[in-house]
């Protein structure tokens, strides 16, 4: 049986499942930070215009929130549920990238291989290593850099056509020189895989990673539309009216984005990477570590994610999008933290914007002040916009800061920015002897500004600086 048929009769018994999960698993966040990331999440549609929004929250290392916001369709208006799946785009690749490190824990290819061991007609092909195709630095060009879909996109290919197309051009640049995003990367990482496993990348996936995982909901968009029972993808021209997306045809996602699923599968993913459950520890290292470029500059990518620091802790991160959705997928295995956001528009933020904004909701506990302290900043910076501050709470070297020309510019700056639309920590930390905390502002407009404090062992704010974000 072809695997997406194969999943496909596990549905039922998944949908069951997922559907009784929240409100026993729902319980261990508090109704505050429920509450929070349900506004969160329903300003976030509100202020971008998506339809809808489907969201996973991991705590613990456990699912503990599952909720859907919005309409998964506009005619006949459908309500989105969490059972239904949404395309995931590029999150994809990180399956792709655990298909090698299996292939290599396998002994059936090293990332540091050539890609002509494989596929030797590709340029350059005894020069780039399967390593600098996962963490796009092998300087093959994009075939797919726009963010919508060109007529030819709309007619099925092969993955050898794209390969022919575009990994048979010159190079960008030097292997390992320069990192520049590439979905051609990924489609040849693909071939690599059905070449090494001598299996069709579905089916090593099913077989190796979502059926022991669990992940019953996966479909893979790549060969056929989403079901009448999922979203309609949307699309919108500037600010006009929202339009069904075009769908891509047949092939050009081919490893690179063909994933769909419900926002709980991709959460039963990133558990999985918390819990180094697929792989081995050296796998999970190569994962999630950086690629370094020759000249020893950082790539802030390792191998199908982005490596970076968030609200103070290692983050795991990528967005995806394909023709009518995004997504984001944020994981701190550090923490056993995750957050999913799944979007049904492309060209749209609201998925990036819901995720990184439920991140710090869920990180202050690192900080058991936060509550008390988020208030006082929001009060200062309130005081701020009028020119005004409660000198009482600051150390004298903070009050001869806070002259009557500093209070002046204060108050001319971020007058006119109005109330905050969002106001949160997202970082704490240590810094000459006092404690650092770090808050992201956000305006009616977009317009972001950070503000940092330096308090002091008896309480005092030695510092509180706003600048641009």
């Known amino acids: 049986m072809h695997p997406h048929r194969l999943l496909h009769c596990f549905a039922l018994v998944f949908f069951l499942l997922c559907l009784s999960l929240p409100a026993s698993a729902q319980n261990q ?7 929070k990331i349900d506004k969160l999440a329903t300003e976030a549609l509100a202020r971008t215009g998506v339809p809808s929004a489907s969201v996973a929250v991991v705590k613990d290392g456990q699912i503990v929130y599952v909720k859907a916001y919005g309409n998964a369709r506009l005619e006949p208006r459908t309500p989105a549920t969490p059972n239904m799946r949404y395309s995931i785009g590029s999150i994809s690749k990180q399956f792709t990238a655990a298909a090698i490190l299996l292939l ?6 090293s990332l540091d291989d050539k890609v002509a061991r494989f596929i030797p007609n590709l340029t350059r092909a005894n020069e780039v290593s399967i390593r600098q195709l996962l963490s796009h630095t092998s300087g093959y060009q994009d075939y797919w850099p726009q963010d919508y879909v060109m007529p030819m996109m709309l007619q099925p290919v092969t993955a050898q056509r794209i390969m022919d197309l575009w990994a048979r051009k010159p190079l960008d640049f030097d292997p390992g020189t320069k990192w520049q995003y590439s979905n051609t990367n990924y489609v040849i990482a693909g071939v690599i895989i059905e070449r090494a496993s001598r299996k069709p990348l579905l089916q090593f996936l099913n077989e190796r990673i979502l059926g022991p995982l669990g992940m019953m909901s996966v479909a893979n968009i790549d060969q056929e539309k989403l079901g009448e029972q ?17 769908k891509e045809g047949k092939g050009w996602l081919f490893a690179a984005g063909e994933l769909a699923m419900t926002a709980a599968d991709l959460a039963r993913w990133d558990i999985s990477i918390m819990d180094r459950k697929l792989l081995k520890p050296s796998s999970y290292r190569q994962l999630g570590t950086e690629v370094l470029l020759k000249n020893g500059l950082a790539t802030h990518y390792g191998l199908g994610v982005s490596v970076n620091t968030e609200a103070g802790s290692r983050a795991l991160s990528h967005g995806g999008e394909v023709s009518g ?34 991140a710090p909701l869920l990180l202050a506990a690192d900080d058991p002040a936060m509550p008390e302290k988020l208030e006082q900043a929001k009060k200062i910076f309130q005081g701020l916009q009028q020119g005004k501050i409660d ?10 800061y ?5 209070l002046k510019d204060f108050a001319t700056g971020l007058a006119p920015l109005g109330a905050p639309q969002q106001f949160v920590q997202v970082n704490q930390g240590l810094r000459g002897g006092m404690i650092s905390r770090s808050y992201r502002i956000r305006f009616a407009n977009n ?6 404090t330096y308090e002091m062992p008896n309480g005092k704010l030695e510092q509180y600086q706003v600048a641009e974000n």
């Not at 000198?391 to 001869?400: Q, V």
């Open 29 to 35: 966040l508090s109704p505050e930070i429920r509450e």
């Open 104 to 109: 290599q824990e396998q002994g059936k290819l």
């Open 325 to 358: 959705f995004t997504a984001e997928n944020i994981v701190f295995p550090d923490k056993r933290v995750a957050i999913v956001a799944l979007t049904n528009q492309d060209a749209a933020g609201a998925s990036g914007a819901i995720a990184h904004g439920i």
């Open 230 to 246: 999922d979203p309609v993808g949307y699309m919108r021209y500037a600010l006009g009216p929202l339009r069904p997306a075009p």
């Open 447 to 452: 317009k972001l500004l950070r503000a940092w």
């Open 391 to 400: 000198r009482s709470l600051f150390t004298d070297n903070a009050n001869a």
């Open 402 to 406: 806070f002259s009557e020309q500093a």
